[in-house]
């Protein structure tokens, strides 16, 4: 079972434009939300997270938007670039459970010039 | 500090044979988890220890797999027998414990069994 679902396997968008990712979780342990962006043949790096007393959380171009009753998160890029253009991950934790992160299926996200 | 170090980057081997996968966190985390990558599932994690003892391994798909962490500096991930479809992008990740901040990865290492 999926704890963490990405059902859009992709998005494309032009340059200068919004990019939305979007991520739904089952279960509503969760306490702890996180972003992970990963570039072909290296690991996934820390993009931005968002605890679950929160509702939205922003740094720079990038805010992580939080809706506890329908348990969805998205991920909001204003406005994207060419290098933005990657793989992301969305994950969930339980924040006393020794950081174990649940992942979803990933995003891949093509910015177009 | 180098980041998680993983090796190799690259492993092809054929069906049956051992397959060793190494990682090292960053120093002074006690926190290291394996994960793997695919397109179905995404990253799923496999086992994660902490202070170097297992906690959960449900992920782990067989009993084929198994994995050890002999001290706070190394751990290994070995699938005995390998099968195709074992093949995949295997993540090493740690962090810290306490005063938890996000994971780390290293960069990975691409399993093809053949």
């Known amino acids: 079972d999926q704890q963490v679902k990405q059902n859009s396997p992709s998005l494309s968008v032009q340059e200068g434009r919004i990019s939305i990712l979007n991520c739904d979780y089952t279960n509503s342990m969760f306490d702890y939300f996180l972003w992970y962006k990963k570039y072909p043949a290296e690991g996934p790096t820390f993009l931005i997270s968002?605890?679950?007393?929160?509702d939205k959380n922003e740094d720079g171009r990038f805010t992580v938007f939080l809706n506890k009753s329908a348990k969805h998160l998205s991920l909001h890029i204003v406005p994207s670039q060419p290098g933005d253009s990657a793989v992301y991950f969305c994950a969930a934790m339980i924040y006393n459970q020794g950081g174990k992160l649940i992942f979803g299926q990933g995003t891949e996200l093509s910015v177009k010039p | 500090d180098a980041g998680v170090i993983q090796s190799p980057r690259h492993e092809v081997t054929e069906m049956g044979q051992e397959v060793t996968l190494r990682c090292k966190p960053i120093?002074?985390?006690?926190?290291l988890f394996w994960y793997r990558q695919t397109m179905m599932r995404g990253l799923e994690l496999l086992i994660y220890f902490n202070n170097n003892v297992p906690i959960d391994d449900s992920g782990m798909p067989e009993d084929r797999f198994s994995a050890k962490m002999p001290n706070a500096s190394f751990s290994t991930l070995k699938i005995q027998p390998s099968e195709p479809r074992d093949s995949a992008v295997y993540f090493c990740?740690?962090?810290?414990?306490?005063?938890?901040?996000?994971?780390?990865f290293g960069q990975g290492t691409r399993l093809t069994v053949v």
């Open positions: 120093s002074g985390h006690n926190s």
């Open positions: 990740a740690s962090t810290l414990l306490q005063g938890w901040t996000e994971a780390f």
């Open positions: 968002i605890s679950s007393i929160k």
